[in-house]
């Protein structure tokens, strides 16, 4: 079963698309699903897009209604917590993660907080998983977050944003395997054509990223998502795939099984 582990839809994007008029536009599941059906795509998992519940709420209801939608990473804000209300929202059951968009956070010891460590907790006390987006100077604290909270998993989108534009970071690669010694984190092989150049990227410029991202977290623990529609300002969803297809050993894991057991997802309705 191949399942795409991280993909947005949005009828408008926020302000932060302004800079980027391919994503201004409205891109719908349907949208997605001729591209889904062409790659062979059994289900999916849908990411929040914007900080905002009634997002997330529209999400659970795409996942009741849509079979191939399996999961949903919604949005609730840090500092009030309801995982209950959320749950019992129309298709709360789809409810698999929890994601904050960190990436754009100013302040470098946020996760450090102990507000926001007792919130990663109590997502992981109603059995949800963090998405974490974020960029390399932020994995550190990352790092810090996954080893105080041991009860909550966590997977780390787009494998932390590594600059692909030129040689690989040394920190970046250090980071990773120490990340990689804690069994409660997974990664996603998502987003990297974006870190790319977007113009001439290849796989072959993926490829030092991908091979560090398996050989420290293994296939079981890596997993496929084409960031659609994000990936569109570098490539069509089928160029992201075969790109993972073309770098990644042990597809079964890394485009289907390992997603299936990190979300705990059922088979396609």
Not at 28 to 37: K, R
Not at 69 to 90: M, Q
Not at 136 to 160: K, M, Y
Not at 189 to 209: M, Q
């Amino acid at each position: 079963m191949r399942i795409d582990a991280h993909h947005h839809v949005w009828k408008s994007p926020g302000s932060w698309a302004d800079p980027f008029p391919v994503l201004q536009k409205p891109y719908s599941y349907e949208l997605l699903t001729l591209a889904l059906t062409e790659a062979g795509i059994d289900g999916t998992v849908v990411v929040q897009s914007e900080d905002s519940v009634e997002e997330t709420a529209a999400l659970l209801k795409l996942a009741a209604r849509e079979p191939r939608v399996l999961g949903v990473i919604g949005w609730t804000p840090p500092d009030s917590l309801d995982l209950e209300a959320l749950k019992g929202l129309p298709g709360g059951e789809f409810l698999k993660g929890i994601r904050w968009n960190l990436q754009v956070e100013p302040d470098p010891d946020y996760l450090y907080r102990p507000e926001v460590r007792a919130a990663l907790a109590e997502i992981g006390r109603h059995d949800l998983l963090f998405d974490l987006v974020v960029r390399p100077h932020q994995l550190t604290a990352v790092l810090d977050a996954v080893r105080a909270v041991p009860g909550t998993r966590f997977v780390l989108d787009h494998a932390g944003k590594p600059d692909l534009t030129g040689e690989l970071s040394p920190e970046w690669s250090r980071l990773i395997g120490e990340l990689a010694t804690r069994p409660n984190l997974a990664v996603k092989l998502s987003g990297l054509v974006t870190e790319a150049d977007w113009e001439h990227w290849t796989p072959d410029d993926l490829r030092p990223a991908v091979d560090v991202l398996l050989n420290e977290f293994g296939p079981e623990r890596t997993m496929f998502g084409s960031d659609w529609p994000v990936c569109l300002l570098a490539a069509g969803y089928d160029e992201v795939l075969d790109s993972v297809l073309r770098t990644a050993p042990e597809p079964e894991a890394v485009l289907g099984r390992t997603a299936a057991t990190w979300y705990g997802l059922e088979v396609p309705r």
